[in-house]
């Protein structure tokens, strides 16, 4: 993730820019990817299988809010991937 210095010369990382979770199960992860429309990741909502379908396409950030089980589960297939999975219920 890309960091930043801030005024008192800490540090910071830069805030990731997701795209809403009603856009990414409508226009569908490929086409955001192709799509150039300046997200940083993608935001799943509950959908296991688009948060699995947004890692094949190459999103190394992906918002999950499912249970903490299946959260669990994808963050392992992320870290394999080098992707990784933010929010969710697991503190990631």
């Given amino acids: 993730m890309a960091r930043r210095q801030d005024l008192a010369g800490r540090s910071r990382a830069r805030a990731l820019k997701l795209a809403p979770a009603e856009l990414t199960a409508f226009a569908g992860v490929g086409f ?22 947004a890692m094949r396409e190459g999103w190394k950030a992906v918002g999950f809010s499912g249970k903490a089980r299946t959260t669990q589960k994808l963050v392992w297939i992320a870290k394999a991937q080098g992707a990784r999975i933010v929010g969710g219920k697991t503190g990631c």
């Fill in 32 to 53: 955001l990817r192709r799509a150039g429309l300046g997200y940083d990741g993608v935001d799943c909502g509950d959908k296991a299988g688009l948060a699995l379908a």
